[in-house]
C-alpha cells in the first residue's frame, strides 16, 4: 500500500497566444506526468531482470561493433565474444526471474512498514525488545 499510495499522476492543459511582427499564434499543448515520493520508490516491488531487453541490445551492440573491426578475425572474435557475454547475461536475466524473483516478491508482500521507526519487517522474524513504561 505505501508503494501505491506514494504515485500520482497529473495532467495539465495550456493555452496561449502571441504577437509578434509577423502576425498572431495561438497555441495549445497537453502535458502528462508521474511523480512519486522517495518512500514509495523504496516500498516498490523487487523488479524482473529484463533478459530479452539484454539479449536484443548485446546483438545490436555486437553488430555496431563488428563494422569497428572490420570483417576479418578480430571483427569475428569481437562478434562472438559479444554473443557469449550478451546469451551469458540473458541466461543470468532469466534464471533471477525463474529462481530468485518469486522468492523477493514473496517476501515483498508480506513485509510490513513501522511508520514509528521506518523499519521494514516481516511479522515472522520481528522481534521487540521490552521498552520500560511501556506494556508488552
Known amino acids: 500500500m505505501v508503494h501505491a499510495g506514494g504515485i500520482s499522476s497529473t495532467t495539465s492543459h495550456t493555452t496561449g497566444i502571441g504577437l ?8 495549445a499543448a497537453t502535458t502528462h506526468g508521474v511523480s512519486q515520493t522517495v518512500l514509495s520508490a523504496r516500498m516498490a516491488p523487487p523488479a524482473k531482470h529484463r533478459w530479452i531487453r539484454t539479449l536484443i541490445g548485446g546483438f545490436f551492440v555486437s553488430m555496431i561493433l563488428s563494422v569497428f573491426f572490420g570483417g576479418g578475425t578480430a571483427g569475428t572474435l569481437v562478434v562472438l565474444g559479444g554473443w557469449a557475454l550478451t546469451g551469458y547475461l540473458a541466461w ?13 516478491l514473496d517476501q515483498w508482500t508480506r513485509s510490513f512498514l513501522c511508520d514509528r521507526c521506518g523499519c521494514v519487517f516481516l511479522p515472522s522474524q520481528a522481534m521487540m525488545p521490552p521498552r520500560p513504561g511501556i506494556p508488552s
Open 20 to 27: 509578434s511582427r509577423g502576425g498572431i499564434g495561438v497555441g
Open 92 to 104: 543470468k536475466g532469466w534464471m533471477h526471474n525463474r529462481e530468485e524473483h518469486p522468492t523477493l
